[in-house]
């Protein structure tokens, strides 16, 4: 998702061999300034960036570790646009979140990731169809919340404000937390569409209105964000289809010119693909050293203390059965692409990009456990040492596999369960970033964390 970006920090930071150098100083400026024009960052921005980092870096001394701190804490200033962070809830429910955006712009879809991403924390959400002008742009909504379980109040006959004051009032009357408000887009930003989106918003006086911008459009996507901004007064940015623009420099550009708050980043194609926006996370990730907090919270959204103490009480036994392991290939749905969650975790950006194609949920041996599984016996499920060569013949056979593809799979299990065992106890991490520290690369994989 940072690729350009990340790599460009790199580059420039391995300039600086000595202390004291300021032309290996010059040399790192250079490369950046290269680097990050090149991966869509707007000149200004670039030209105020390179003059504070080379600044604060002679100030504290030139070296590695002060033009990486320079450049983190330049970097975290120009993200930390004026407004809220994440998702913030009006004092009286219901909160009102009217969703602008152009037609393309991934504006449908992000109001279903929002809506998702509200009730993983446990939030009742009422969505409106207010798009009325994209061909079966309600149908697409309808399907979406059918499929997160979300109610909508959707009517193709009516007209948007009518359906943004009925939402409303379904919405006040039985209580929802949250009513977000998908809005018509056009191809490009017109007279019409700027008056349509007035009408809505005088209907519903909302608490916040986020523009959904395409990442994949660079330099435009600043453009129509601040003329949507100076149009009908925005409060937030959803970043869409980030995990597709490998330069990443967008982000930077709309934080700084338009001067509103990035509050989401489209990180997938999946529902839980959308990352809370907090510039200091990101910009650690932006340096190659993952997100560890944010992965926290994903995972406690989906996974409460209570059941990940249980689990990790099992595991710890030796416990752990072919139930669990399809409980959490759910929880796991829940939280997104693997390249998202390999993304957070330190020193595995790279490897992130490896996974972008592969489908956890059907990859061909994902299917084939499964099919073994449903197999089995709730008994054979529950304690896997049953599983007697009869057993495991009767279950190649109505899985339809080969009793050798069986026996592979339940000696991956078994591994597998002996290595979370061994990872389980204290000292465990210790014992896996040695692991991962003998693999090569900082941060426990090849080409990790920037070298400070």
């Known amino acids: 998702m940072f690729d350009s970006l990340t790599d460009s920090f790199k580059n420039s930071i391995n300039k600086i061999r000595f202390k004291d150098d300021e032309k290996a100083l010059k040399r790192a400026t250079g490369e950046l300034k290269k680097s990050l024009l090149k991966s869509d960052v707007h000149h200004k921005v670039v030209k105020e960036l390179i003059k504070a980092v080379e600044l604060e870096t002679k100030k504290a001394g030139i070296g590695k570790e002060n033009f990486l701190k320079a450049l983190q804490d330049e970097l975290t200033k120009i993200l930390t646009a004026p407004g809220n962070q994440g998702f913030v809830f009006a004092s009286k429910p219901p909160t009102v979140v009217l969703m602008a955006g152009l037609q393309g712009s991934g ?25 009325l002008q994209r061909l079966a742009a309600v149908e697409q909504l309808k399907q979406i919340t059918s499929d997160i379980e979300v109610d909508i109040v959707a009517d193709e006959n009516g007209k948007p404000d009518q359906i943004a004051k009925q939402a409303l009032k379904q919405a006040e009357e039985k209580l929802y937390d949250v009513l977000l408000v998908d809005t018509a887009g056009r191809l490009a930003i017109d007279e019409e569409l700027m008056a349509e989106l007035k009408e809505v918003k005088k209907a519903l006086d909302p608490d ?5 911008a395409d990442a994949m459009t660079g330099k435009d996507a600043i453009r129509t964000a601040d003329t949507f901004n100076k149009e009908i007064g925005t409060t937030g940015v959803i970043l869409s289809k980030y995990d597709g623009d490998s330069k990443g420099g967008v982000a930077l550009g709309i934080a700084d010119q338009v001067g509103v708050p990035l509050r989401f980043i489209g990180s997938g194609e999946k529902m839980p693909d959308l990352d809370t926006f907090i510039p200091d996370r990101i910009v650690k990730r932006l340096m190659g050293a993952g997100d560890i907090e944010s992965l926290a919270e994903k995972t406690a959204a989906v996974i409460s203390d209570k059941e990940a103490k249980k689990l990790n009480k099992k595991i710890q036994k030796g416990k752990f059965n072919f139930n669990d392991f399809l409980e959490q290939m759910e929880n796991m749905k829940k939280l997104g692409s693997m390249k998202s969650i390999m993304g957070m975790i330190p020193g595995m950006g790279n490897m992130a990009n490896q996974l972008k194609d592969i489908d956890l949920e059907n990859s061909k041996e994902i299917v084939h456990i499964k099919a073994m599984i449903g197999s089995m016996t709730k008994k054979e499920r529950e304690n896997p040492e049953l599983l007697n060569n009869s057993r495991k013949r009767r279950i190649a056979q109505g899985a339809g596999l080969s009793q050798m593809q069986v026996n592979r799979i339940l000696k991956q299990f078994k591994n ?10 204290k000292g465990g991490m210790k014992d896996l970033q040695n692991m991962m520290s003998q693999m090569g690369g900082p941060g426990g994989m090849p080409g990790g964390n920037i070298p400070r």
Do not use: N, P
């Open 208 to 212: 916040e209105v986020f523009y959904v």
């Open 107 to 131: 504006k449908t879809t992000s109001t279903g990731k929002l809506a998702y991403y509200l009730k993983q924390r446990g939030k009742k959400v009422l969505v409106a169809a207010c798009d």
């Open 416 to 425: 597998a369960s002996k290595l979370a065992k061994k990872f389980s106890g």
